[in-house]
């Protein structure tokens, strides 16, 4: 919730007004919890989803010995294979940058059609179709709300060290030669620690400036991983050191640096989605959002009619 509500104060007046409305900001923040809130749902669901909360990497940078972070294949499909030629599959190693791929993916598509029908609804030759294009924007708005909060969620677990390696809750059976903590540390740190000792303000007080990456999603999200994979021996360090005390004030910060870390990023992919989405063509047989946004092309049949 503090990932996902601080990513939409944060963000700038280029993008759409609704978004930055303190009721968007709320929601987002509550809807980001959700991919966490289905589990139990069932077999089914829980088998498939809960290996994209993570990605499990090796000291070596690699996933399990598989593919490695800075060299990920295209697809995840493409990624089980790799896996599964190392004895491992991206059940065990967790596909996290795949959820965020896909998560960005859909947004800015989304982008993509709201602009589309935003334009149309305000285009005066257009008349005919305007109560279509009205309840399509809005039904659009209820979605972009929901895949922002998907996105936050990802992108925030993407901000805990321990989401991004093999150490994910104690050292485990690895060489440990600092002696770290074999304890169960994950809910405690990410749960109580956060919940007993952070607020919003003091996230949005640590998050960097806008920073919008012209580069492929891919590029943009591992290396953001691979920033947080750097910080899993000063957690364990932290640890040691007694940081799991409530009011410890180095815990404190680490994780407050955290969370401003994955709210930066959830801020940077939203821009970063919206100025992409004016590039995409929408519905079938396709427009592209420039035609629209023109005047050259309406969009209800494309929109409209399945052929």
Not at 15 to 29: N, S, T, Y
Not at 45 to 50: I, K, L, S, V
Not at 149 to 173: C, E, I, K
Not at 232 to 261: H, S, T
Request: charged content about 25%; proline content about 6%; aromatic content about 10%.
């Amino acid at each position: 919730r503090f990932v996902g509500e601080a990513a939409m104060r944060a963000l700038p007046a280029e993008v759409p007004a609704f978004w930055r409305a303190p009721k968007a900001r709320i929601d987002v923040g509550e809807l980001s919890r959700e991919p966490d809130r289905s589990k139990g749902a069932g077999r089914v669901h829980d088998n498939d989803r809960d290996p994209g909360h993570f990605l499990d990497l090796s000291d070596d940078g690699t996933a399990l010995g598989g593919p490695r972070l800075s060299a990920l294949p295209t697809t995840r499909a493409e990624y089980d294979t790799a896996l599964r030629a190392v004895g491992q599959d991206s059940w065990k190693a967790g596909y996290l940058p795949y959820s965020i791929f896909d998560r960005w993916q859909v947004l800015t598509k989304d982008f993509a059609i709201w602009r589309v029908v935003v334009a149309a609804e305000a285009n005066p030759n257009w008349t005919e179709h305007h109560a279509y294009y009205a309840a399509q924007r809005r039904r659009r708005e209820a979605l972009i709300l929901i895949h922002l909060g998907d996105l936050a969620h990802y992108v925030g677990d993407g901000s805990q060290p321990l989401h991004a390696s093999s150490h994910f809750n104690g050292w485990g059976d690895y060489p440990n030669p600092k002696g770290y903590s074999q304890a169960k540390i994950h809910a405690p740190f990410e749960g109580e620690f956060v919940t007993h000792n952070l607020d919003l303000a003091r996230v949005q007080a640590q998050m960097t400036p806008l920073a919008v990456c012209d580069c492929p999603i891919e590029q943009e999200a591992t290396a953001y991983l691979g920033v947080t994979s750097g910080q899993v021996e000063p957690l364990y360090e932290l640890v040691r050191a007694g940081g799991l005390r409530d009011g410890d004030q180095r815990m404190i910060a680490f994780a407050a640096a955290r969370l401003a870390a994955g709210a930066s990023e959830v801020r940077n992919l939203i821009v970063q989605a919206w100025r992409v989405s004016p590039t995409f063509v929408v519905g079938w047989r396709p427009v592209s959002v420039g035609d629209v946004v023109s005047g050259k092309v309406e969009p209800y049949k494309a929109l409209r009619v399945v052929e």
